[in-house]
């Protein structure tokens, strides 16, 4: 009797508390269980299945669980217009603003840190700390991204509490060599290049690119003009194709060594920041 | 009766497994994106893969061994130093080194020559079906 009792009891409370929802309420339910498994194509599709029907009040909720998955399958742009929905019907002040980060974040995933910074400089946020500190960190990384060091340390030190010490001394020890994340300059690097070929990949720190470059713009230059002078206008082209491909190459180079070198720096500041 | 007494001695348990249910079911499937991972993944650079030496892997003769490998020293030390100058993807001589291994090398040395004469800037999208993307006209075997 018990046994029997008690799972019949179980199903009684069930059915007691889910009476009320009704099938929107359900599907959300099952959108928000494949959110968090991580299948986010499906789960927009249920969101959407409710937001074509939803009135009003409920699109504004809908709204932000679209865009939170539009903004997961990196699609920014979608993502951006449903939180700026969420933004103008919502009548939860803390849901706004959720929005209001969550769409500049959408900018800085698109790369486009100085529009970022743009809107979060007209951003008012209200005297919480939590708040200003997650402005704080958002104008950091927005500075950080377009290279503006010192203010991004700033805006660091601001994002943390002034109780926290320990914190504070990481990211002044961490900042004490930002000028490294300027190096090497892609515009050096191709000057360099422009003079002897190869020299531009040996100042970004590759060797292998630079040996193989002086080696080839030297050796075709050493057959145009010693071996066979009259094979010069034979030559030129390649020469000149080789040469500037160097330049380029130069200049990517130090491109993706800067850019290395500040990923592994983010990465760090992340460390301490978001630890 | 006797079973309403059971209930009303184990209430107890009654109250516990209602409370239960209805914690699970407000506070089971709360979706709310964080920002933390979303910050820690802003600065990922591209993975660029190089998936050359497979043609070496894949090469059955040795004639398709020797233009592998020739195709691999070519990548390598010459073609890495040139500019993006072929029109087509796959490039003229992934263009080439595919047909090899497919119809063989005196094919593919034809099909290859004929494809270094088509690779000019005067391709139209007229002639190939072209890819914004990557900016250049899709061309394969």
């Known amino acids: ?275 | 009766m006797s079973t309403v007494m059971y209930i009303l001695k184990n209430l107890k348990y009654a109250l516990i497994i209602t409370l239960l249910s209805i914690i699970c079911r407000t506070t089971g499937y709360s979706q709310e994106l964080s920002d933390t991972s979303l910050l820690k993944t802003l600065f990922i650079p591209a993975v660029i893969t190089k998936e050359n030496s497979a043609y070496l892997k894949n090469s059955e003769s040795e004639i398709q061994v020797l233009f592998s490998l020739y195709f691999l020293l070519y990548k390598e030390f010459i073609s890495s130093q040139d500019v993006d100058a072929c029109v087509f993807y796959p490039s003229c001589s992934k263009y080439t080194i595919e047909v090899i291994e497919k119809k063989g090398a005196i094919v593919g040395l034809v099909a290859g020559f004929d494809r270094l004469l088509r690779c000019h800037p005067y391709v139209t999208k007229k002639d190939y079906p072209y890819n914004t993307v990557t900016m250049k006209y899709h061309d394969p075997f």
Not at chain 1, 46 to 59: D, I, N
Not at chain 1, 217 to 237: D, K, N, Q, R
Request: net charge positive.
């Open chain 1, 1 to 275: 009797m018990k046994y029997f009792l008690l799972p019949f009891l179980y199903f009684l409370s069930c059915s007691a508390t889910e009476g009320k929802s009704d099938n929107v309420e359900s599907i959300i339910s099952f959108g928000d269980s494949l959110f968090l498994k991580g299948n986010y194509i499906n789960a927009l599709n249920e969101y959407q299945r409710v937001y074509f029907f939803a009135g009003s009040e409920l699109k504004s909720r809908i709204g932000g669980k679209i865009a939170d998955c539009c903004l997961v399958l990196n699609e920014f742009k979608m993502a951006r217009s449903f939180y700026d929905s969420v933004i103008v019907y919502s009548n939860n002040a803390s849901q706004r603003i959720s929005c209001e980060f969550m769409k500049i974040l959408c900018f800085m995933k698109e790369n486009n840190f100085g529009y970022a910074l743009l809107k979060l400089n007209n951003f008012e946020v209200e005297d919480e700390i939590q708040l200003k500190s997650r402005k704080n960190l958002y104008q950091g990384i927005c500075c950080f991204g377009i290279g503006q060091y010192d203010s991004s340390y700033q805006h660091f030190l601001n994002s943390v509490s002034t109780a926290d010490t320990l914190r504070k001394s990481q990211l002044q020890h961490l900042f004490e060599n930002h000028n490294a994340l300027k190096r090497p300059d892609s515009h050096v690097a191709m000057m360099l290049s422009m003079i002897i070929p190869g020299t531009g990949q040996f100042y970004s720190g590759d060797v292998k690119n630079g040996l193989n470059s002086i080696l080839l713009v030297g050796g075709i230059f050493y057959l145009g003009t010693i071996v066979s002078s009259s094979g010069l206008v034979l030559i030129i082209p390649l020469f000149c194709k080789y040469y500037l491909g160097g330049i380029v190459h130069s200049k990517q180079i130090a491109e993706r060594k800067r850019e290395e070198k500040r990923n592994a720096y983010y990465t760090d500041l992340m460390e301490i920041l978001l630890k």
